[in-house]
């Protein structure tokens, strides 16, 4: 140790100070976002292995990660392309493969026959039988119980150039640290803590990097134990604290408050064939409290499929042009897109605004022209997709943007339109809506730095939708359904799906079940509609649709959002088997809208995996979007259904939000007492569990 025994702050201590770590490891170090001693400390390992105990190669299986110590007794490797290898090790009890795919000069020259390795690893079924890719190994045999102490061993997020070892020495050296004085800072006061009877930061941290070998690797990963416990709240703490700084920053910046008489908003409902909903009224009202302030507002609307959110951003539009601004809205599909330009051109055109439609498929002379009116103010509304993106969208007067399903786009895109929107040092209002339903904790953590509506309720006179679930095999079943269905007057969606990730290959497939629906289905109109179409072919299937001269509409998942056809009463949806629960219910969701009975067919390919068959079971058990949204969370775990907001941008290390959503409770109140008592402590805690995707929600 290069450093004396002193009293440290090791979080002001660089990590060179560590012995081996030269200037090209400390770069290394950089690209896991390790600066100093403390950062290593919060390098949580990823999962363990008890490598206590040696393996008989006889008794491997599977999944299993072992330790096995053997003698190599075959090494074959291809003519050409030398530095790959199958290497062949036998104990007494039996054999395992080992695969390279490449390997070093010194690892060829090594690597013979005769050499005894201890290999750490997990076993896989190859081609030859039991093997273990690229292991970890040691040469020679290992005294296994005095190796490693006698704790688990910890297997970290490593990168390039950084190995497990390496980063199992850098944290002895600083857990060692830790035990002789060096400080790593107790950042939860210690009166909120004893309310919690946590164990201490240094007790949780040591558990964690070295757990002792009698623990059960499996209970580790459940993440059961108070030391993980301990360190999952301090990282959700430090996650909601940085959501609500961003707030902050928000709350500080200013906006053009959109106070005025609402004519226009009162003009709009008077023309509306409804009445809007008593939860429509409370949200439009939050809505319009946000936008008479003079700081941008930043709401998320919840509202299942159906529920309306559409008049609602209407609302806000028409404030915003009351006040004499303009209004953006951003769409993910360019079907969406030409359907919100559509319904806004009705419902605006006769309050004598003007809407413009900017998609990316536009003819240059017509996006020219809509640019054109939107910098000189002769529009008071764009539509559009990712091309409002683009530098040439300039705005004469931007106050206010609505981003529908905010799912598809990512925190940086929307900031990127917001700067545009920006002039006299005001940023423009945003409006995100969304058809992702989260339960409300979790929404609370996630989205701590949005305030947040949520339309609970459906527009009345909807009749709920029967779903059923069959096998491709009875689809005479369904193509009746289809021609009795049209025979009444009422249309159908027809949905494929393809395993294919490949774009060019779903529109193919649409086209084929299209003509063979064609041959099968004579006397019926039947349309297709995918996302290789031209736009105007687009619109002009949508609008015999809507008119009703096609009865059949035969599409990919690109009518998964938005797409409203009241007179749609069946959705047959094709190896519903392959998607995911939200983006079932999202296409379910284009079905009853209007007031006849509608059915949803959801056809699979036998034979169903566990979780498939679990989300059809939910399919047909439930319309409630809050329901299937929790269901979907425990299939897939939250990372997966929040989409990119958890994945990447805010990777958690130790919590997980579903496993550990009983702490968040706990964690808003801490959150709060922090805010007022110990604000000092609060940067110190982002830096430790954020520091450098710190600014990721800068929106
Ligand atoms: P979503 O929340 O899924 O975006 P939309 O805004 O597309 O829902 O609304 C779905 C349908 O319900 C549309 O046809 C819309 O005109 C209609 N609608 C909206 N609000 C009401 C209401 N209060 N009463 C009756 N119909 C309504
Ligand atoms: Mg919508």
Known sequence: MKTERQLLDLSLLPCHQLTGVVKKLSERLLRLGIHCVQDVLFHLPLRYQNRTEIRPMRQLMPGDPVV??????????????????????????????????????????????????????EVRLGTRGLEMVHPEYHIGTVNISVQEEDSLTPIYPATDGITQTMLRKLTKQALQLVTNGGVLKELLPSSLLKTIAFPTLQEAIQFVHRPPATVSVEKLMQGQHDFQKRLAFEELLAHRLSLLQLKKSFQTQRAFSLKNQGILSFDFLRQLPFELTRAQKKVAEEVRHDLNEPHPMLRLVQGDVGSGKTAVAALAILQAIESGYQAAVLAPTELLAEQHFHVFTHWLTPLQIQVVLLSGQMKTAAKREALKRLVEHQAHVVVGTHALFQKNVQFAKLALVVVDEQHRFGVQQRAQLREKGTYNHCYPHQLIMTATPIPRTLAMSVYADLDYSVIDELPPGRTPITTRVIANTRRDEVLERIRIAAASGRQAYWVCTLIEESDVLQCKAAENTAKELTAFLPNIKIGLLHGKMKNAEKEEVMAAFKRADIHLLVATTVIEVGVDVPNASLMVIENAERLGLAQLHQLRGRVGRGAVASHCVLMYQAPLSYFAKERLAVMRETTDGFHIAQRDLELRGPGEVLG??????????????????????????MADQ????YPDSIPLLIKRWLGKQQDYGHV
């Open 674 to 677: 922090l805010q007022q008592e």
């Open 644 to 669: 990119t907001r958890q994945t990447g941008e805010v990777a958690l290390r130790m919590a997980d939000l579903l496993r550990d959503s009983e702490l968040l409770p706990q964690v808003e109140h």
């Open 68 to 121: 096995v110590q053997g003698e190599i007794d075959d090494v074959t490797q291809p003519k050409v392309g030398r530095t790959r290898a199958m290497i062949r090790i036998k104990d007494a009890t039996g054999h395992l493969y080992l695969r390279f795919f490449h390997m070093t000069a010194s690892q060829c020259h090594t690597l013979q026959p005769g050499t005894v390795l201890t290999c750490f690893g």
